[in-house]
């Protein structure tokens, strides 16, 4: 089956750094993925790992190291904005090439 | 313009009747995605299809059903069996090429009273 671990709860400070990380257990992999999801609101997509290393995208960064079933989201110049939830989420496992499954999400506060 | 649209936004039935939530994306993905979200929780999958005419059960099937007659549509049902049914609800497509993530239509909010 699979398995996906971040943090429940985050408060960072605006202009500031934060690190949301991700543990995964899974059979299979196809991928993993951010999302942001703003209170009642669609989960928005931020970013794509499949390989080792940092994919960058403006104030967003995304790592993945497969070995150790590890990821980390970085957003950098924290803005008010940056409130919300963050969901990893993993592509792949027994399910099939396309079963996407995703943690529970964590609640990122950000502060003036 | 492409996208995957929800109908409705909100939902409200009586317990015991089953209700049909629609599901349609323009996208020409392959697969589709229906999750449930309870508040302050994450996404649970209920089902999901990877292609026409076939779909598999996720970690919550129990209580809901699905088709997948055609690309463009996998509506969920959510039956009478379903013992809390009350929930966000969304659903979701995406490609099989590498990079592109799912994207998620609006939601519907179901509410069973």
């Known amino acids: 089956g699979q398995n996906i671990d971040q943090p429940t709860e985050m408060t960072a400070t605006e202009g500031a750094i934060v690190q949301i990380n991700c543990t995964y257990q899974?059979?299979?992999?196809?991928?993993l993925f951010w999302y942001q999801q703003h209170a009642g609101e669609a989960p928005t997509f931020l970013s794509y790992?499949?390989?080792?290393g940092l994919e960058e995208k403006g104030r967003f960064s995304s790592f993945l190291s497969r070995s150790k079933g590890y990821s980390y989201l970085l957003l950098k110049e924290l803005q008010m904005k940056d409130s919300a939830s963050y969901l990893c989420?993993?592509?792949?496992?027994?399910?099939?090439?396309?079963?996407?499954?995703f943690g529970a999400g964590t609640r990122l506060a950000v502060h003036p | 313009d492409g996208g995957i649209t929800q109908s409705p936004k909100y939902l409200f039935r009586k317990e015991g009747q089953n209700v049909t939530l629609s599901c349609e994306q323009n996208?020409?993905?392959?697969?589709m995605y229906w999750y449930r979200q309870d508040p302050g929780q994450g996404l649970r999958l209920i089902y999901y299809s990877q292609i026409v005419n076939d779909f598999q059960k996720g970690d919550i099937a129990e209580g809901y059903s699905v088709s997948r007659e055609k690309k463009e549509s996998f509506p969920l049902t959510v039956t009478s069996a379903q013992k809390n049914p009350t929930a966000f609800y969304l659903c979701?497509?995406?490609?099989?090429?590498?990079?592109?993530?799912?994207?998620f239509g609006q939601g519907t909010r179901l509410t069973v009273v």
């Open positions: 790992n499949v390989l080792d």
């Open positions: 989420a993993v592509r792949g496992g027994s399910g099939g090439y396309n079963k996407l499954i």
């Open positions: 899974t059979s299979g992999f196809n991928g």
């Open positions: 996208l020409n993905h392959d697969a």
């Open positions: 979701a497509s995406s490609t099989s090429h590498q990079g592109q993530g799912a994207f």
